[in-house]
């Protein structure tokens, strides 16, 4: 499928970014049936799911990201966004998006937070 995740640089603790996802090789009917995640891996560490939405527009959080980030999605667009806020040293990770529950991961995009 090979989403492209984009947005992400270097920030101060505290500041926010807006990460975006495009599904350009999915059409409309194919991607409105997914729910779409983003996950994250920092440095040593396993990939970890932050959150979903679905075609609906219903979201789950990691408990790390609950109240912090936000997910959204833009159905006509084949767009799904992520909204970290409040960001902290420990949220530097490459951040990717996939089909919830798919193995397609694509390209991710570095977020890298300094104190």
């Known amino acids: 499928v090979q989403l492209q995740a984009s947005g992400g640089g270097l920030v101060q603790a505290g500041g926010s970014l807006r990460l975006s996802c495009a599904a350009p090789?999915?059409?409309?009917?194919?991607?409105?049936?997914?729910?779409m995640a983003w996950h994250r891996q920092a440095p040593g560490k396993q990939r970890e799911l932050v959150g979903s939405?679905?075609?609906?527009?219903?979201?789950t959080y990691a408990d790390s990201a609950k109240g912090r980030f936000t997910i959204s999605r833009d159905n006509s667009r084949k767009m799904t966004y992520l909204y970290p806020n409040n960001l902290q040293v420990e949220d530097t990770a490459v951040y990717y998006c996939?089909?919830?529950?798919?193995?397609?991961w694509g390209k991710g995009t570095q977020v890298t937070v300094s104190s």
């Open positions: 090789r999915l059409i409309f009917s194919t991607y409105v049936q997914y729910v």
């Open positions: 939405i679905t075609s609906g527009g219903s979201t």
């Open positions: 996939n089909i919830l529950g798919s193995d397609d």
